[in-house]
């Protein structure tokens, strides 16, 4: 491992960004303070300040990392071979892994919204940029699973990413009320849904006839 005389700046960047996701996911972004991830990536406390900015810049870059990873992974999902259910599967699967194994990543940016992104403006563009990116990997997904362009695609990566915000909103006030399995197999009928429909239009129309027949 270098000394720190011989890291590069980049590498000294590298080791902040580490350290904050450890202490980020293990304390919550009020938990960790810039004197502990200091003493934890061995960086002095001015240099994350020079790197970063402030302790937001830093936890901004920590769910820019995160995230996109994370959408990559899902953009990876849908592009592998399969059927188009198979391929929608395994994007929503990629979403699930994020509540299952990284539940910090959308707290912290729920938070982050609500505590400092009216105030701070880089905070908000950094979520906006993140949700951006997750909306145009969805729309991508979509169009290479099913191997057309699905009409009004934005909607629909709009209300998956609403209802996974939901969901995940949902586990952090009463995990022991949500069940992902249920909840997964309801997100991915309304996306089903929401993709037919589109596609064919006639079905909604069909659909509106029957509830207004009512029973027969």
């Known amino acids: 491992m270098p000394r720190p005389k011989d890291r590069t ?9 580490q350290a904050a996701t450890e202490l980020f996911s293990q304390r919550g972004y009020s ?8 003493a934890r990536s061995g960086i002095a ?24 990873a994370w ?4 953009r990876a999902a849908s592009q592998q071979a399969g059927s188009p259910l198979e391929r929608l599967d395994r994007s929503l699967a990629g979403m699930r892994t994020m509540l299952e194994e990284r539940p910090w990543i959308l707290k912290l940016v729920q938070l ?9 403006p880089d ?10 990116k997750a909306r145009t990997a969805i729309v991508d997904g979509l169009h290479e699973s099913l191997g057309m362009d699905v009409p009004d695609a934005e909607a629909i990566a709009n209300m998956l990413l609403a209802m996974f915000d939901g969901i995940a909103f949902g586990r952090m006030l009463a995990p022991d009320l ?16 929401m993709v037919a429909t589109r596609i064919r ?14 029973p027969q």
């Open 9 to 17: 700046p980049q590498e000294s960047r590298e080791r902040i960004v």
């Open 31 to 38: 938990g960790a303070g810039v004197d502990e991830l200091a």
């Open 45 to 68: 406390k001015t240099a994350i300040y020079y790197h970063f900015g402030s302790k937001e810049g830093l936890l901004a870059a920590v769910l820019e990392r995160a995230a996109t």
């Open 71 to 74: 959408i990559e992974g899902i």
């Open 112 to 120: 982050l919204a609500l505590e400092v992104g009216e105030h701070k």
């Open 123 to 132: 905070v908000r563009a950094t979520i906006q940029g993140i949700v951006l």
């Open 178 to 193: 949500i069940s992902l399995d249920d909840m997964f197999d309801e997100v991915r009928r309304v996306v089903m849904f």
């Open 201 to 214: 239009p006639e079905l909604l129309v069909w659909l509106h006839s029957q509830i207004e027949g009512g």
